[in-house]
């Protein structure tokens, strides 16, 4: 191969260590779970795999778009560190139906609905923090919901945290007017967030 122009000799170093980055990182955590679990710490080692495979999946990926069966995995693996909070308390219900796994959707698109849910609505002092996740078809929407059973807020309260302008800001970029976010929340019972994305999550990034 000959000599590349010097700013696509640049380009091109940058991308080929880049690429070596998130295998050193991953592997360095696979060594740290197996030091954990020779200590006799399963429970630390467990929450060290669920960040390797939330790295693999998110930290680390090219892709804009990602299929929902791989957004609930690192739903479930990012819920995995919100039990220590939680005292082991908390609890989740995931609802995807087979035929809908492989339909592709903005990465973190449901994450930050998630990350408000806990952290907002629910406290590790109730009986049952419960988080629910649940994706259907609708006529030509794919339909997503996040809801917990905690706290909620009236109208006269501002929904806390950045997570959900975050995802209407992106929703309105990607499909203008023809997405929807529907919240819906009840003083003492809980929040819900729903979206309603056309053509399945068809759309261009």
Known sequence: MGLLQPELRAARLTAL????????????????????????????????????????????????????AEEFAFLENSLKFHQFRFLGKLSWEMQLPSPLEALQIPRFLLQPLVENAVRHGLSADMPDPKVQIKAWLQRDFLCLCVS??????????????????????RLGLLYGDSATVELMSIPGSGTSVTLRLPEKGGGDL
Do not use: C
């Open 17 to 68: 260590q880049n690429q070596i980055t998130p295998h050193y990182i991953v592997n360095s955590l696979d060594a740290i779970r197996m030091k954990l679990l020779m200590d006799g710490q399963p429970e630390t080692a467990e929450l060290v795999h669920a960040l390797q495979s939330s790295l693999k999946t998110y930290g680390f990926s090219p892709y804009d778009r990602i299929s929902l």
């Open 148 to 169: 917990d059973n905690g706290k909620g807020f009236s109208a006269l309260e501002n929904f806390p945290g950045i997570g959900l302008a975050n995802v209407k800001e």
